[in-house]
């Protein structure tokens, strides 16, 4: 079965940094080019970022709100999915999903929330 | 960045059909822009129904099609049952950058 299991959420302050992780197993994570998307408490959905396969040099594009503050990267051999979170603020508060979202699949994982609070 | 549009609420009734739409603030909706669309209910992960526009997933049941409808992206809805009540997104390509839309969320009368 695919899984995807993120972890590293939490607390942190403004103007703080936090690194997320994304395990990925069951499929062939190395082929797959992967997403970072958010949810805010009651809120909709947000797209984070995503970063290409290697074919596609690790090619990365992020959401504007990110762009500067948050890197994407990927350990292939560790089938891992990273996010560094810099510069935090409080509208960074949200529960971030790692995800492959390229036909034909539709990976989630459960998700892990981050708060930004002082 | 571009901004998406979609109606932040709609009803249907069982049986019914109905029509969400996604709109670009930078012009009309493209297969260029590579929609898809996701499905959302409480307390669950998203799931996406259809891709490039049309396209329908496995899992994506015969009554959900997706089309391009008047410069938009539409996701028609046709004989709704009660378990389609949820929060739909849809989500856009502008070369490279994605943008979800601030989701449509349906309910039965």
């Known amino acids: 079965d695919v899984q995807l299991v993120e972890s590293g959420g939490g607390l942190a302050q403004p103007g703080g940094s936090l690194r997320l992780s994304c395990a990925a197993s069951?499929?062939?994570?190395?082929?797959?080019?992967m997403d970072w998307v958010r949810q805010a408490p009651g809120k909709g959905l947000e797209w984070v970022g995503r970063i290409r396969d290697k074919a596609m040099s690790y090619s990365t594009d992020y959401g504007a709100s990110v762009k500067g503050r948050f890197t994407i990267s990927r350990d292939d051999s560790k089938k891992s999915l990273y996010l560094q979170m810099n510069s935090l603020k409080t509208e960074d508060t949200a529960v971030y999903y790692c995800?492959?979202?390229?036909?034909?699949?539709?990976?989630w994982g459960q998700g892990t929330l981050v708060t930004v609070s002082s | 960045q571009a901004v998406v549009t979609q109606e932040p609420s709609l009803t249907v009734s069982p049986g019914g059909t109905v029509t969400l739409t996604c709109d670009s603030s930078?012009?009309?909706?493209?297969?260029?822009?590579?929609p898809y669309w996701f499905q959302q209910k409480p307390g669950q992960v998203p799931r996406k129904l259809i891709y490039?526009?049309?396209n329908k997933h496995s899992w994506t049941p015969a009554r959900f099609s997706g089309s391009l409808l008047g410069g938009k992206a539409a996701l028609t809805l046709s004989g709704a049952q009660p378990e389609d009540e949820a929060e739909y997104y849809c989500f856009l390509s502008y070369s490279g950058v994605r943008i979800f839309g601030g989701g449509t969320k349906l309910t039965f009368l």
């Open positions: 490039d526009t049309t």
């Open positions: 930078t012009g009309a909706v493209t297969s260029g822009h590579y």
């Open positions: 995800a492959s979202l390229r036909p034909p699949h539709d990976y």
């Open positions: 069951g499929f062939t994570f190395s082929d797959h080019q």
